[in-house]
């Protein structure tokens, strides 16, 4: 960097993931990062299960022309490098059960992992090498994202595509050997390459599924791009037209640019991502529990209900309350895993919301759904998001009582985070639905072991299915 020209962002998060070395990263967070991985290969294997995965599996595999060579999780199947990204992160968020950084409400170790196991093979880098970068990724992504304060769900963007992008040019920057010069230059290409529409929350389409995926594949192009001389712009984040000002337009005078670098190599915002307990949208699980401690604290049973409140963060609504016709009578699975009025009302009925809540039987089930009508939502005045994502659930009964229970600070959360054990769990009933205890134990063995000795293509060989 020349002295005449001031630093920027880009240049920050250059220095900090070229420069970061493995004894710079606390042990505990290394370990987390091995479990966070954990669960997304369970979640990965779980979605082979759904219709989803083959569909999309077979696009991935006409767009590589046969002739790819770079194993997928949890298939026996071979693609171009990108393409088995693409496939890698959705098979991890296509269940909307991977894990959250809550302040930046992105789902980053999906597009993280991918671009870190892809490039690192590609690499012939070892383990250790992968996980470092893994690291990096997750600490830029939750960072870049924690700047919006929650407003590109807002004006309609995903961060998970959105940011990942640039997240993942810095795993692929790193781990391909570019200088903190020709990773600045990255991320102004990565610019050109973020995406993620929420337009999928008014039918239910699958988009959302893609995008982590899409982000991998972005920072591999980003990367490689750079290393061979292509120029990007300087101020990929606060300038004119860069991230924040393009994509938030006067929201972005509510961003603080002073997050994207904060504590970068002293506070580990990984330490911070939130493992989900439910298979769906994060804004909906503190009212999914307060319902389900309700039901079984009162006993209650659907016909003695009249109505139902469900307090939320405003900043929520849009995406898990509205369209509430939709909401109210989910068209498909992935309405129903963004619906606070299906969620509270199957909570209410069955005490719980898991994968076989997101059933076809299940969502044209007519109690639930009569239920789902009386379900009405409310800004919850008193919500700490986006540092929680809180919950209330106030049911009246056909007797006029009023009953209530308050979920301030979401399971999961980072005052009540699922450990590593708890992650191990989930992990092994994921692996349940597709493969053996003896090839779960397998594959949890290899996971557990990133960083301790074996080379980053045995590892991708390891965790696809054998053909």
């Known amino acids: ?22 004894n710079d990263i606390p042990e ?17 294997h779980a979605s082979t299960h759904y219709e989803f995965a083959h569909r999309s599996l077979s696009a991935a595999q006409e767009l590589s022309g046969g002739a790819g060579a770079t194993p997928v999780i949890a298939l026996a199947a071979r693609l171009a490098p990108r393409d088995a990204m693409l496939m890698n992160g959705l098979l991890i968020h296509g269940l909307d059960y991977d894990d959250t950084h809550a302040a930046g409400v992105i789902h980053a170790t999906a597009s993280t992992f991918p671009c870190a196991l892809g490039t690192a093979a590609l690499a012939g880098a070892d383990g250790e090498a992968l996980l470092d970068a893994y690291v990096a990724g997750m600490e830029v992504g939750a960072r870049l994202a924690s700047v919006a304060k929650g ?3 807002q004006v309609g963007f995903h961060p998970t595509g959105l940011v990942g992008a640039f997240a993942c040019t810095l795993v692929a920057g790193r781990l391909l050997g570019l200088n903190a010069a020709q990773l600045a230059s990255a991320q102004g290409i990565a610019l050109s390459m973020g995406s993620g529409s929420l337009e999928f929350l008014q039918d239910g389409a699958w988009t959302k599924r893609m995008h982590p995926g899409w982000a991998a594949g972005a920072g591999l192009t980003a990367a490689t791009m750079a ?17 924040f000002n393009s994509h938030l337009g006067p929201l972005a005078r509510d961003g603080d640019l002073g997050l994207a670098i904060a504590g970068l190599g002293e506070v580990w915002e990984l330490a911070k991502v939130n493992v989900k307990p439910l298979p769906a949208c994060h804004f909906t699980h503190a009212c999914a529990d307060a319902a389900a401690i309700l039901r079984e604290r009162h006993g209650l049973r659907p016909q003695q209900i009249r109505s139902v409140r469900a307090l939320v963060p405003a900043e929520v609504v849009k995406t898990v309350c509205e369209p509430v016709a ?25 005490g719980r919301f898991g994968l076989a809540e997101l059933d076809e039987s299940a969502l044209r089930d007519e109690a ?18 986006p540092k929680y994502y809180s919950g209330e659930v106030i049911v009246t009964l056909d007797d006029g009582r009023e009953l209530r229970h308050r979920e301030h600070v979401n399971r999961g959360g980072e005052e009540r985070p699922i450990t590593n054990a708890e992650v191990v769990r989930k992990y092994d009933e994921n692996m349940a639905l597709v493969a053996s205890p003896a090839r779960a ?27």
């Open 1 to 22: 960097m020349s002295n005449d020209r001031v630093p920027t962002i880009a240049d920050a998060l250059a220095d900090f993931a070229a420069s970061l070395r493995p």
């Open 227 to 243: 290393r061979h001389g292509f120029v990007g712009p300087r101020q990929a984040y606060e300038g004119r037209f860069g991230l």
């Open 368 to 385: 639930t759904l009569a239920l789902a009508a009386k379900v009405e939502y409310e800004v919850d005045p008193n919500s700490p998001f």
């Open 28 to 44: 505990p967070v290394r370990e987390r990062a091995r479990h966070l991985i954990l669960d997304a290969v369970g979640i990965a």
């Open 151 to 153: 407003g590109f769900h």
């Open 441 to 467: 134990a397998q594959v949890r063995e290899r996971v557990l072991a990133i960083g301790k000795g074996c080379a980053a293509a045995e590892l991708q060989a390891g965790l696809a299915a054998r053909g």
């Open 326 to 350: 939709t909401k109210k009578r989910p068209q498909n699975s992935y309405d129903a895993q963004f619906s606070i009025p299906y969620i509270v009302a199957t909570a209410l009925i069955r």
